[in-house]
Nanobody, 125 residues
């Protein structure tokens, strides 16, 4: 059983920054992939970013590339999502997720086994 707890969401103005955190109940390097997803009202959950320990790579959705940065602190078993130059279209509930069974398709929500409860990010124009 893996527990994930997100924090750091809030209401911010467009153009500003916000950092989300996701604390894991297991050692982060024991997970194949950690991902960040978001879901806006009336829309499907969409991929934002992922870090793969097996590949040693970080992946980003085109919509956030260059603005968002995902990082990992193995000592704290925590992953972060630094979001900069925020836009109103970034408004959503943000979720972190863990893949412990290995799936090569890090962009699909169904590839992940555990999810956090989500944290709301609202960007005003």
């Amino acid at each position: 059983q893996v527990q994930l707890v997100e924090s750091g969401g809030g209401l911010v103005q467009a153009g500003t920054s916000l950092r989300l955190s996701c604390a894991a109940s297991v050692r982060t390097f024991s997970v194949y992939t950690m991902g960040w997803f978001r879901q806006a009202p009336g829309k499907e959950r969409e991929f934002v970013a992922a870090f793969s320990w097996s590949a040693g790579n970080t992946y980003y959705a085109d919509s956030v590339k260059g603005r968002f940065t995902m990082s990992v602190d193995n000592a704290k078993n925590t992953v972060y999502l630094q979001m900069s130059s925020l836009k109103p279209e970034d408004t959503a509930v943000y979720y972190c997720a863990a893949d412990i069974n290995y799936s090569s398709d890090y962009r699909r929500p169904s590839s992940y086994d555990y999810w956090g409860q989500g944290t709301q990010v609202t960007v005003s124009s």
